[in-house]
């Protein structure tokens, strides 16, 4: 036996597992501890070395949009005396604490690189080694990657373009020409923090409107209504979506914003555009601070030409551009991606000529991110734990 072979023989995974989730965020923590309630032993992949590291990377100002009763881990509230939109370092303790209190086996430091079909299994190869599993939940999060168009010219720019992932503090903004690019929510994060610094111009450019609403009317969170929302046809919640954002802010497009192509609800199901939260921001426009321009037809080596030929002179730019999944590597061989590289299917819904394979946390919901993880958890773990796949001596 050569030295090859008995490496390849070492290597060999002991056993099918029943079920592997990948990634220890809000969604794979959930349907995780889901899945174990209901008796379905199951490891948790995570390539990082802590948890809720993209929120330990995120700015230091960033709250959730969500309200607190609406974004809390299934069974774990938030502890008495937390802000109705907590902060990210209480977001990062509220998942520590809840891995900590259900005993959740994350294995830290586990990258997953390729999961392949095996006709009555999941082949899951990572850098670690191979694993074997009848179920996979891939959670690795719709916002994985920042994304930043190719704009023409923009390497020759000799101010900085960042995502807003990387928004950093906004006193560093102070005395500096900012040109925020995208009006969906991230773009409105970042607006909401530069409203109240002392910068020497703020841009927003929009090719359209967005979705807005307050994070309160009076004193009514606007969020919490959020569960009554998701169970309205399409129709009716674009509609009031739409008045309550006319009734908060009036006709917008007076000041440049361009109308929105379609109703809030309507662009959450189909093309995955958040909701947008204001918090500033569109008063900051209302008085002239933030000046909302067209979209950017290229860069210069010390401004931006606009789509209608206008020239500005920004020393930073925030591209709120957006994010991919970054999935392309891992599954993008299943057919199971759509060209944004968005999962075909999400939660409970599966493809039957993939049995054993699942997606959370793929697309928006007007409930948040925490909710959702928690309703599509259930869904998984109802199919999963409802199959006979998830026993070890099982086949199909």
Same mark, same amino acid.
């Given at each position: 036996?050569?030295?090859?072979?008995?490496?390849?023989?070492?290597?060999?995974?002991?056993?099918?597992?029943?079920? @592997?989730?990948?990634?220890?965020?809000?969604?794979?923590?959930?349907?995780? /501890?889901?899945?174990?309630?209901?008796?379905?032993?199951? $490891?948790?992949?995570?390539?990082?070395?802590?948890?809720?590291?993209?929120? /330990?990377?995120?700015?230091?100002?960033?709250?959730?949009?969500? /309200?607190?009763?609406?974004?809390?881990?299934?069974?774990?509230?938030?502890?008495?005396?937390?802000?109705?939109?907590?902060?990210?370092?209480?977001?990062?303790?509220?998942?520590?604490?809840?891995?900590?209190?259900?005993?959740?086996?994350? =294995?830290?430091?586990?990258?997953?690189?390729?999961?392949?079909?095996?006709?009555?299994?999941?082949?899951?190869?990572?850098? $670690?080694?191979?694993?074997?599993?009848?179920?996979?939940?891939?959670?690795?999060? &719709?916002?994985? =990657?920042?994304? @930043? !168009?190719?704009?023409?010219? #923009?390497?020759?720019?000799?101010?900085?373009?960042?995502?807003?992932?990387?928004?950093?503090?906004?006193?560093?903004?102070?005395? =500096?020409?900012?040109?925020?690019?995208?009006?969906?929510?991230?773009?409105?994060?970042?607006?909401?923090?530069?409203?109240?610094?002392?910068?020497?111009?703020?841009?927003?450019?929009?090719?359209?409107?967005?979705?807005?609403?307050?994070?309160?009317?009076?004193?009514?969170?606007?969020?919490?209504?959020?569960?009554? #929302?998701?169970?309205?046809?399409? &129709?009716?919640?674009?509609?009031?979506?739409?008045?309550?954002?006319?009734?908060?802010?009036?006709?917008?497009?007076?000041?440049?914003?361009?109308?929105?192509?379609?109703?809030?609800?309507?662009?959450?199901?189909?093309?995955?555009?958040?909701?947008?939260?204001?918090?500033?921001?569109?008063?900051?426009?209302?008085?002239?601070?933030?000046?909302?321009?067209?979209?950017?037809?290229?860069?210069?080596?010390?401004?931006?030409?606009?789509?209608?030929?206008?020239?500005?002179?920004?020393?930073?730019?925030?591209?709120?551009?957006?994010? &991919?999944?970054?999935?392309? !590597? #891992?599954?993008?061989?299943?057919?199971?991606?759509?060209?944004?590289?968005?999962?075909?299917?999400?939660?409970?819904?599966?493809?039957?000529?993939?049995?054993?394979?699942?997606?959370?946390?793929?697309?928006?919901?007007?409930?948040?991110?925490?909710?959702?993880?928690?309703?599509?958890?259930?869904?998984?773990?109802?199919?999963?734990?409802?199959?006979?796949?998830? =026993?070890?001596?099982?086949?199909?």
């Amino acid at each position: 036996m050569t030295d090859t072979t008995i490496r390849s023989v070492v290597d060999l995974p002991a056993k099918v597992e029943p079920a @592997i989730v990948v990634g220890a965020g809000a969604a794979g923590l959930a349907v995780a /501890h889901a899945l174990m309630n209901a008796g379905v032993p199951t $490891a948790i992949l995570e390539k990082e070395s802590r948890l809720a590291e993209p929120w /330990h990377r995120r700015h230091k100002q960033l709250h959730l949009n969500t /309200h607190r009763d609406l974004s809390s881990l299934p069974g774990l509230p938030y502890p008495p005396g937390t802000p109705a939109f907590p902060h990210r370092t209480v977001v990062i303790r509220h998942m520590n604490d809840f891995r900590e209190e259900n005993r959740l086996p994350v =294995q830290f430091g586990v990258a997953v690189e390729e999961i392949a079909f095996k006709g009555d299994h999941w082949a899951v190869r990572t850098g $670690a080694g191979l694993r074997l599993a009848r179920n996979v939940v891939v959670a690795t999060g &719709r916002d994985r =990657q920042p994304f @930043i !168009p190719e704009w023409k010219g #923009m390497k020759d720019f000799v101010g900085r373009i960042i995502h807003s992932a990387d928004f950093g503090d906004a006193q560093a903004y102070a005395g =500096q020409k900012v040109l925020v690019v995208g009006a969906g929510n991230s773009g409105f994060d970042a607006l909401n923090h530069l409203a109240g610094i002392d910068t020497a111009a703020i841009w927003l450019s929009a090719r359209s409107g967005p979705a807005l609403l307050p994070k309160r009317i009076g004193k009514i969170a606007v969020h919490r209504l959020s569960p009554f #929302m998701a169970r309205l046809p399409l &129709r009716v919640a674009d509609a009031v979506m739409s008045a309550t954002q006319r009734l908060a802010f009036g006709d917008l497009t007076k000041f440049g914003l361009p109308p929105a192509p379609a109703g809030g609800a309507s662009r959450l199901t189909s093309d995955y555009t958040a909701i947008a939260a204001d918090d500033g921001a569109v008063s900051a426009i209302k008085a002239g601070k933030i000046t909302v321009v067209p979209g950017i037809r290229e860069f210069t080596r010390d401004g931006v030409i606009l789509a209608d030929g206008s020239l500005i002179y920004p020393d930073i730019v925030i591209a709120a551009t957006g994010y &991919r999944t970054g999935l392309e !590597p #891992m599954v993008g061989k299943l057919g199971v991606l759509d060209a944004k590289g968005v999962p075909l299917f999400n939660g409970g819904q599966a493809d039957p000529k993939l049995p054993g394979l699942w997606f959370t946390g793929m697309r928006p919901s007007i409930r948040g991110c925490f909710a959702n993880a928690g309703i599509l958890a259930k869904a998984i773990a109802k199919r999963i734990a409802g199959s006979a796949s998830h =026993q070890p001596g099982a086949s199909r």
